[in-house]
């Protein structure tokens, strides 16, 4: 069994910053790349950033200078560090951890967390 856990998110004024953690645990042998994604009402699931097991990141451009992405492969956490937050990030945010087996490979979804950014 794996699982996949965000925290972090929260009510925030415009201008201000959350940071968002997500841990995966259970039977991992090894997380390939992990990612950030954020679904607002009425609106499809788009892609935030993403950072591969080697750190390799890639941001959505209406993110770009504003949010960073680490992760610590020792504790199987990701983070989003989210700075100068506007309405429009207004969403939730779901964390997707590609998770490698001995002889399997499977992406795995938290069940997300609120980000409401107020104006």
């Known amino acids: 069994q794996v699982q996949v856990v965000e925290s972090g998110g929260g009510l925030v004024q415009a201008g201000g910053s959350l940071r968002l953690s997500c841990a995966a645990s259970g039977s991992i042998g090894s997380i390939n790349a992990m990612g950030w994604y954020r679904q607002a009402p009425g609106k499809e699931r788009e892609l935030v950033a993403t950072i591969t097991s080697g750190g390799s990141t890639n941001f959505a451009d209406l993110v770009k200078g504003r949010f960073t992405i680490s992760r610590d492969n020792a504790k199987n956490t990701m983070y989003?560090?989210?700075n100068s937050l506007k309405p429009?990030?207004?969403a939730v945010y779901y964390c997707a951890a590609e998770i490698?087996?001995?002889t399997w490979r499977q992406t795995y979804w938290g069940q997300g967390t609120q980000?409401?950014?107020?104006?």
């Not at 980000?115 to 104006?119: I, K």
């Open 80 to 82: 989003l560090q989210m």
């Open 115 to 119: 980000v409401t950014v107020s104006s």
């Open 88 to 90: 429009l990030d207004t």
């Open 100 to 102: 490698q087996g001995s």
